[in-house]
């Protein structure tokens, strides 16, 4: 296994829209476990392909108190059960340090298929909801800073920035 690069805020290529998985083969199970083993070293609790500079329609997530419920989604459709809103304090390992209010549906389903290529379904609310909103926004290149202010967004852009270059210079 292997620990894979997670891109950050404002890096471009975290606005690719991701594409379709045709096959769930052995090479797609490899990237599911690097990405899981890159999301629990993290740590956090859901990472999107798109996260890691692979475009392809796949995340992970583990909502679990005990880190021992590891979730993959190929393909993951959403379908909105209860549009009512519920705010969360979200943050995003492509935006470390950084955590605001986000407003999303409260009640989901989501249709994907599995790490063998089964189809399966779910319905999630809380967290579980939360997650898997916030990472198939990752797949169509949305990030959660963009449900904030244009100004909170340039702050947090322009602080990343300032990081960045500090990073490289020492
Ligand atoms: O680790 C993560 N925690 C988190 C907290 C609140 C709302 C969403 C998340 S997802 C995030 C990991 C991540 O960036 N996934 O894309
Ligand atoms: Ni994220």
Redesign the pocket.
């Known amino acids: 296994m292997s620990l894979l690069t997670i891109l950050e805020y404002p890096d471009l290529r975290l606005r690719k829209r991701a594409e379709r998985v045709e096959a769930v083969d052995d090479e797609l199970r490899t990237l599911i476990d690097d990405m899981l083993e890159t999301m629990y070293a993290?740590p956090?609790?859901?990472?999107?392909a798109t996260?890691v500079n692979v475009q392809k329609r796949l995340l992970v997530l583990d909502v679990s108190e005990e880190n021992d419920s590891p979730m993959a989604f190929i393909n993951p459709e959403i379908e909105v059960l209860d549009p009512e809103p519920m705010g969360?304090?979200?943050?995003?390992?492509?935006v470390p340090g950084y955590f605001d209010l986000v407003q999303r549906p409260r009640k989901i389903r989501v249709r994907a298929l599995d790490r063998d290529g089964m189809p399966f379904e779910l319905e999630a609310e809380g967290i579980l909801a939360?997650?898997l909103q916030?990472?198939v926004d990752?797949l169509d290149g949305k990030l959660f800073v963009d449900y904030l202010s244009i100004l909170k967004r340039q702050r947090i852009k322009n602080k990343l920035l300032k990081d960045k270059k500090q990073n490289l210079a020492s």
């Open positions: 993290a956090g609790i859901g990472l999107a996260q969360y304090e979200e943050g995003c390992l492509s939360v997650c916030h990472e990752h």
